[in-house]
């Protein structure tokens, strides 16, 4: 399971985060997910319940930010958001293009700690 693996991972880098930050825990974990990145976000949520017990994300809130698939139009002479992922075309002109400049991304955009005073702060990994 996809979702699975990345979870670990997501786990692994707020560990890392919060231990090298020297806080208690991690509050809000925020996640940047392109529409190609193929991970289904009830599925990662579900996952990362699973894998976050006894961890410093374990009472982490999780936010998924969803990236949009963003091409360049040649004709617009400009990068352009796609509505979905079924078609590679300019949703202005329909040119098609596979000039891709957004949507693969997975990554973990910020991570909010509760530090050891209880205070909440905001860093990025
Ligand atoms: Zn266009």
Redesign the pocket.
């Known amino acids: 399971m996809h979702e699975l693996s990345i979870a670990h991972r997501v786990v692994e880098i707020v560990s890392e985060h919060v231990r090298a930050a020297g806080a208690a825990s991690a509050a809000v974990v925020t996640l940047r997910i392109g529409a190609l990145a193929s991970v289904h976000e009830d599925s990662l949520q579900f996952s990362f319940d699973l894998v976050r017990e006894g961890t410093p994300a374990a009472t982490a809130r999780l936010v998924i930010v969803a990236i949009p698939v963003r091409i360049w139009?040649?004709?617009?002479g400009r990068e352009?958001d796609l509505p979905g992922i079924q078609r590679f075309a300019?949703p202005?002109?329909?040119?098609p293009s596979g000039d891709i400049r957004a949507g693969r991304e997975l990554d973990v955009e910020s991570i909010e700690l509760v530090d050891s005073s209880a205070g909440v702060s905001e860093s990025t990994p």
Request: glycine share 10%; proline share 0%; net charge negative.
């Open positions: 139009c040649d004709t617009c352009v300019c202005a002109c329909g040119t």
